[in-house]
């Protein structure tokens, strides 16, 4: 009989977790979780369909070349040290406590510790494509000028600033947003049906990197200063 009891509560207990988490992702939260998902596999569909026609219209020794030349971009990304991740894990708790200050304050110091990094490596970068363009390598200085943009992005496109995005709200600009950057992609692959070299793939880069921080800068929902 004691058995019985203990399975009852358990059963019990298990009815309740399924009821509130039905509870929970219903109604509006759930079209929101539906239609972001759907976005991101709209957009994966985009860059696959977008990858294909350049590997189509550009001979892989180039493409080769452009990619290898951003492979320090992996590297670059473990350079935060995990404060990144941090803000990650503790953004959602401070702000499910209404703790907007102390959410204002993480933001401002994972801001200034992805400029501190994003900087100097565009710095770097943009150095060595004026260097080509002096020694007459100008498609080399085209992929150093990309991959400058995309060192001082990368951090901010791909990391912090869609930690910021939490809320319901924010889910359905992310949405947005998410739709704006497949259809950019797709689009301008027309550049490299137009110059398929070295500066075509480049200028690609250069455009979805400043479209894609726009986006995510101009719509975020936290708006600090880094400190």
């Known amino acids: 009989m004691k058995v019985s009891v203990n399975k009852l509560n358990c059963l019990k207990i298990v009815y309740k977790y399924i009821y509130n988490f039905r509870k929970g992702i219903s109604g509006n939260f759930a079209k929101i979780l539906l239609a972001y998902a759907s976005s991101q596999l709209f957009g994966n569909l985009l860059q696959l369909a977008a990858g294909l026609l350049i590997v189509h219209w550009i001979i892989p020794e180039i493409y080769g070349k452009f990619s290898g030349a951003g492979i320090f971009l992996g590297y670059l990304s473990l350079l935060h040290l995990g404060v990144l991740n941090g803000l990650n894990r503790e953004l959602p708790v401070e702000h499910g406590r209404k703790n907007f200050d102390k959410v204002k304050h993480l ?20 150095g060595l494509a004026l260097h080509a363009v002096f020694t007459g390598h100008i498609e080399f200085a085209w992929v150093y000028l990309a991959y400058a943009t995309s060192a001082f992005f990368l951090l901010l496109n791909k990391f912090y600033l869609h930690v910021l995005y939490r809320t319901n709200n924010d889910f359905e600009k992310l949405t947005k947003i998410t739709i704006i950057l497949s259809i950019a992609s797709i689009i301008t692959v027309l550049l490299i049906w137009v110059m398929p070299d070295l500066k075509g793939l480049s200028v690609r880069l250069i455009i979805l990197n400043l479209v894609e921080f726009y986006l995510l800068y101009y719509f975020r929902p936290i708006r600090v200063k880094p400190r």
């Open 107 to 126: 933001s401002a110091v994972a801001y200034w510790v992805v400029l501190f990094i994003g900087i100097p490596s565009a710095l770097v970068l943009t």
